[in-house]
């Protein structure tokens, strides 16, 4: 949040919790906020405002784009090729992902839900 010049104070409250993203564990964001989302750029562009919630989890993600979001600006993803698409004022947009990062995404995903799954077997035990 810090990066984006972001307080507390600027989240609204949200009674959203998150269930499957570790398995066995539940999530409650700290709260929400409407940011524009941005795809392309200056000269060929898509924005909307997209509701995000707030984790206080350490994660190599960033940001997640839920059904809601990639709804509101009606994009397709394509998984295996790394690459969602969208229209735009002057035709079609694509974004690619990067396969590096993504893998290491993957496995920094990994290694938080399984040191979180054994913080909350611990927790349980005491």
Do not use: N
Request: net charge positive.
């Amino acid at each position: 949040m810090t990066k984006l010049g972001l307080e507390a104070k600027d989240l609204e409250p949200t009674r959203t919790i998150f269930r499957g993203i570790i398995p066995g564990l539940s999530c409650s964001p700290i709260g929400r906020i409407r940011l524009d989302v941005l795809f392309s750029d200056s000269s060929h562009f898509r924005r909307e405002p997209i509701w995000f919630e707030v984790v206080d989890l350490s994660s190599a993600y960033h940001a997640l784009l839920g059904r809601p979001a990639l709804a509101k600006f009606m994009a397709v993803p394509y998984y295996a090729y790394l690459k969602l698409k969208l229209s735009g004022l002057k035709g079609l947009i694509t974004v690619t992902g990067h396969y590096r990062k993504s893998i290491e995404c993957a496995r920094d995903g990994a290694k938080l839900a399984k040191s979180l799954v054994i913080a909350e077997e611990h927790r349980q035990l005491d």
